[in-house]
């Protein structure tokens, strides 16, 4: 398996490269990691625990099924009760509001200890190698986004920054919707700015530990999205709950911007206990999913909409200043499509790019979309993905690619390049009917079968 992901505006996609699904159910119950509760997956081969985060060799726990049933393997992960690790955030916002106190050229950030601290008094020596940052203003204390370097480490935390412009557009979007209350989940950069505007509360939920040395401790949860864990337990769950309790008023959107490579199922796991917890403490029942506004890969669009009917995706190419293949303008200034969009159940038409000539208002679909995107009158959709003009073919009855052809052998509508008849790339699909955009325990052949399992394991 690549070490990797490829991040080419390709069909790849982590669920197509890794032949594994995850199973969706409560994780208090599973065995833990340095990184919370691990997740079930799923493989023809069997079934197994393992990391909920990390998709490379990191994080080696993985128990098979039937062994968690073993007294001494569950003895033997009862160590992590007190592995892993908590953060003193009271700690850290004292020191934050001391060294604010300073001079800001006597401020200083060593990345490599994860320490803020004083020039003229250093609590140690960091040697040479270490990377210290300094000296550091009110304004950067107050935006650590822009100076703290960027864990690019694709497998992990994968940081990539909004460019200042997407995240006016966010904002533009909640203001729209009169939201003023944003649950940041791996959306520091929104977070600072709402911090920063009067009239937005947030709180953000990381697995960046490192923003806990300039948050107060009700601003920010060290936290992992994929099982929705808190590192610091019941007084993490305290923040949330205050701050969902001061969120009943002036609506609430979750902006989430997970690493790309990470699994639709979770996270989709994640916003329903999310939205559950608020119904609680908020006393305010009903049903779907609280406001999500959440960057991902167009090229996730199947799996997103098949777990979550009522997410849909913009046509917004989302724009980054850090990634090598999100650098907006190329060298002769065109334009870099970016593979990110926002996947939401806000209707689609607040989001307004009326001030952007890269896009325009689709009369038939009443929502932006790209310039180059066309309204197809046969799919009743403007029904490019990834910003290319889109084809309509009349014997798939969809449109496709501008790179596409309509192999006759096959049937079916095919990538020119390199196409090779009568081949299905089966990771890419359902391991039973073989079609995209659904795992096997969702595939529609196999409801009957799938709905009686469940039956008889809650009987
Ligand atoms: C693609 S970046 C998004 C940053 C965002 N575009 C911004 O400008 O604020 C991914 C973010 O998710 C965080 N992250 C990575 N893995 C995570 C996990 N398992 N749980 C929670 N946050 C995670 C990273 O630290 C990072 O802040
Ligand atoms: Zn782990
Ligand atoms: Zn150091
Ligand atoms: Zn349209
Ligand atoms: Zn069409
Ligand atoms: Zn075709």
Redesign the pocket.
């Known amino acids: 398996m690549p070490r990797k992901r490829k991040f080419e505006a390709k069909d790849s996609i982590a669920q197509k490269t890794l032949p594994v699904e995850v199973v969706i159910e409560d994780v208090t119950t599973h065995p833990l990691c340095m990184h919370g509760p691990t997740l079930l997956f799923s493989t023809e081969k069997g079934r197994f625990y393992a990391c909920a ?1 990390c998709r490379n060799k990191e994080c080696t726990v993985h128990i098979d099924e039937e062994d968690w049933l073993k007294e001494n393997v569950r003895k033997r992960n009862e160590k992590y009760y007190s592995l892993i690790p908590k953060i003193d955030k009271a700690a850290a916002w004292s020191n934050f509001c001391e060294i604010k106190s300073r001079h800001y050229a006597d401020r200083a950030f060593c990345n490599t200890c994860e320490e803020l601290y004083a020039l003229s008094q250093p609590s140690k020596k960091h040697a040479k190698e270490h990377r210290i940052i300094t000296p550091l203003t009110d304004e950067q204390l107050s935006r650590p ?1 822009t100076f703290l370097p960027m ?1 690019e480490n694709d497998s ?7 460019t200042k412009k997407s995240i006016s557009t966010v904002f533009g979007i909640l203001k729209n919707n009169n939201i003023s209350n944003i649950l940041c ?6 977070h600072e700015e709402a911090q920063s505007q009067p009239d937005f509360t947030s709180l953000l ?4 530990k490192r923003h806990h040395l300039f948050q107060p401790p009700k601003q920010f949860v060290w ?4 099982n929705n864990y808190m590192f610091n337990g019941n007084e993490d769950e305290k923040v949330l709950k205050k701050f969902f309790k001061n969120s009943r008023e002036g609506g609430i959107c979750i902006v989430m ?4 490579g990470g699994r639709v199922e979770p996270l989709i796991q994640t916003l329903k206990e999310l939205t559950e917890l608020y119904r609680r403490v908020c006393d305010k029942p009903g049903d779907g999913l609280l406001p999500v506004l959440w ?1 991902f890969p167009y090229f996730s669009e199947p799996y997103i909409t098949n777990t979550a009917p009522e997410i849909k995706m913009h046509d917004y190419q989302i724009e ?1 200043t850090n990634h090598k293949k999100f650098l907006n303008r190329m060298k002769d200034g065109r334009k870099f499509a970016s593979p990110i969009r926002f996947f939401t159940n806000l209707p689609l038409r607040t989001i307004d790019l009326s001030n952007d000539s890269d896009y325009k208002l689709c009369n038939k679909c009443k929502f932006y979309v790209s310039a180059t995107n066309n309204h197809c009158y046969k799919c009743g959709a403007c029904t490019s993905k990834n910003g290319m003009t889109y084809k309509h073919c009349d014997a798939c009855k969809r449109c496709v690619k501008p790179t596409f052809f309509h192999c006759k052998a096959c049937g079916r509508c095919a990538q020119e390049r390199n196409h090779q008849c009568g081949v299905v790339v089966e990771s890419q699909s359902c391991f039973n009917c073989k079609e995209t955009g659904h795992k096997k325990s969702a595939c529609p052949q196999l409801q009957g079968r799938n709905n009686n399992k469940k039956k008889r394991k809650s009987a």
């Open positions: 985060s986004t864990l992990v935390e994968a940081q990539y920054m909004f989940i791996g959306t520091p950069s929104i939920l990381d697995y960046d936290y992992n999205m994929f911007d997970p690493p790309f960057a980054y």
